[in-house]
């Protein structure tokens, strides 16, 4: 390698610069394909830009910490923008509150639906106890998930992994169960992603339609709070009859 | 933008105090959500500065996920070995609870709705 560019690599690898730009041009990129492709559910923009991500970060073989130091300025504004999904829901209020009862009943089953059939399956595939239970709050948003599966004895930070790639995959194939199932209603549609897909099933909703993303965030934020106070007791008493 | 962007934030902060004081189970950006969400009922609506900042920030709402996303680099030896099982698991739920509660919700909805307009999503 050139010594100058050797030594632009050595002040870049230590700034925040880096890890930050890399984000957004990478996130450009997918978002450009994404705009191409109409919004196809499959080439969804997370997925992309990860993609894109973690090719560059391997083969310039730099770790993730390095990265993070750049890229948590845009990891922070999650914080804020969760706080601002009260808008677009409150723009749906009054459509909200004649459907209360119905979305209550709906949060109580889909939520034990997201975590048992997970838990189901990889113990039907003979997964270690210990990936069950960083499986169990798959849906939910990542800190609430996390919390949750440590406390069920599960691994927070795979806990994390699998919270992501449940977002990337309820928010590719939504469309498809959909169209299988004949539901047109955006509230409907919006509600199903954001109880199964958290945030990245919202960012998807959102791009749909704005009915549909804050009926997501709506679902997104009752089933973190119904499954944070259901699962880590329903969990050890039905992993003790089995 | 400026004056929106902080009321956010203080209402973030607001969450978060709230739920490192009274040991709640959920995240304090949730709890601020739903405190600014009684704030606009009170109101009566947001106001232009705070609905057009709240939109730009949500139209891109998937970028905030990537950093986090990236992290599965940290795990591919994991995925490797568990690969099979995990994988299924996150499938087969996602896509049941997505079936499952719009199925649900749909049913004891239907008669009171007004007809959706769009496209399919």
Not at chain 1, 15 to 38: E, F, M
Not at chain 1, 94 to 99: D, S
Not at chain 1, 158 to 179: C, D, E, K, N, P
Request: charged fraction near 10%; glycine fraction near 10%.
């Amino acid at each position: 390698m050139n010594p100058d560019i050797g030594e632009i690599w050595v002040y870049l690898s230590t700034t925040p610069l880096l890890g930050l730009t890399l984000t957004l041009v990478a996130y450009q990129a997918a978002w450009w394909l994404y705009q191409r492709a109409d919004q196809h559910p499959l080439l969804n923009p997370v997925l992309i830009a990860v993609s894109i991500l973690v090719g560059i970060l391997w083969l310039t073989g730099t770790d993730y910490n390095t990265y993070f130091d750049g890229a948590q300025f845009v990891h922070f504004l999650l914080g804020p923008a969760t706080v601002a999904l009260a808008i677009p829901l409150y723009a749906q209020w009054q459509r909200l509150k004649a459907m209360l009862l119905p979305i209550l009943l709906t949060l109580v089953v889909g939520s034990l639906t997201a975590a048992l059939s997970a838990v189901g399956v990889a113990a039907l595939l003979g997964a270690s106890r210990e990936s069950m239970m960083s499986l169990a709050p798959k849906s939910v948003t990542t800190p609430v998930a996390m919390g949750i599966a440590e406390g069920l004895g599960g691994l927070p930070s795979l806990t994390a992994v699998l919270v992501i790639a449940t977002g990337i995959l309820g928010a590719v194939s939504a469309r498809f169960v959909y169209q299988a199932l004949r539901i047109d209603d955006h509230a409907v549609r919006g509600f199903g992603i954001g109880l199964a897909a958290h945030g990245i099933g919202t960012a998807r909703a959102f791009q749909v339609s704005e009915q549909a993303g804050a009926f997501a965030a709506l679902a997104m934020g009752l089933n973190a709070l119904i499954t944070a106070l259901t699962l880590p007791w329903i969990l050890p008493w039905l992993t003790r009859l089995f | 933008m400026i004056a929106a962007l902080t009321l956010l934030l203080v209402f973030q902060l607001i969450g978060e105090v709230l739920v490192r004081g009274l040991d709640l189970p959920i995240p304090g950006p949730v709890v601020g959500m739903g405190l600014l969400f009684m704030a606009l009922i009170i109101a009566k609506g947001p106001g232009d500065d705070l609905r057009n900042t709240a939109t730009g920030l949500l139209q891109h709402l998937s970028l905030l996920f990537v950093p986090a996303g990236t992290g599965v680099m940290l795990h591919f030896q994991r995925l490797a070995d568990e690969w099979v099982p995990l994988m299924a698991a996150v499938a087969v739920s996602t896509v049941l609870s997505i079936a499952v509660s719009a199925l649900l919700l749909n049913a004891m909805i239907k008669g009171k709705r007004n007809t959706a307009e769009g496209d399919a999503q």
